[in-house]
């Protein structure tokens, strides 16, 4: 089981940046593609927000992202990234990063079963 533990939310104004980490322990991180999710206020449901294979050559965002945020990794330090330029009031949420069971890129939410505690951002208009 990976754990994950995600920092570098906060509150900023739109069209700020903030740059997310989450850092994971247990050998298995460099096998399994991880994520980038986010639950915003009144949301029942963690919405996808960008996944990345455990190679890390291939990715997927969601479509409200694109252009403006970038998922990576350093599987030397068992870290992903997620930088957010341009935020705007609608990013506010909680931002989780996860751990699928599989390697390659996958945009289902089940297949990720291990969970950080999130990180919140909050962006004012």
């Known amino acids: 089981q990976v754990q994950l533990g995600e920092s570098g939310g906060g509150l900023v104004q739109a069209g700020a940046s903030l740059r997310l980490s989450c850092a994971a322990s247990g050998r298995t991180f460099s096998g399994k593609a991880m994520g980038w999710f986010r639950q915003a206020p009144g949301r029942k449901e963690r919405e996808i927000v960008a996944?990345?294979?455990?190679?890390?050559?291939?990715?997927y965002y969601a479509d409200s992202v694109k252009g403006r945020f970038t998922i990576s990794r350093d599987n030397a330090r068992y870290t992903i990234y997620l930088p957010m330029n341009s935020l705007k009031p609608e990013a506010t949420a909680i931002y989780y990063c996860?751990?699928?069971?599989?390697?390659?890129?996958?945009?289902?939410?089940?297949?990720?079963?291990?969970w950080g505690q999130g990180t919140q951002v909050t962006v004012s208009s």
């Open positions: 996944t990345i294979t455990a190679s890390g050559g291939r990715t």
């Open positions: 996860a751990s699928s069971v599989f390697t390659g890129l996958t945009m289902i939410r089940t297949d990720f079963t291990s």
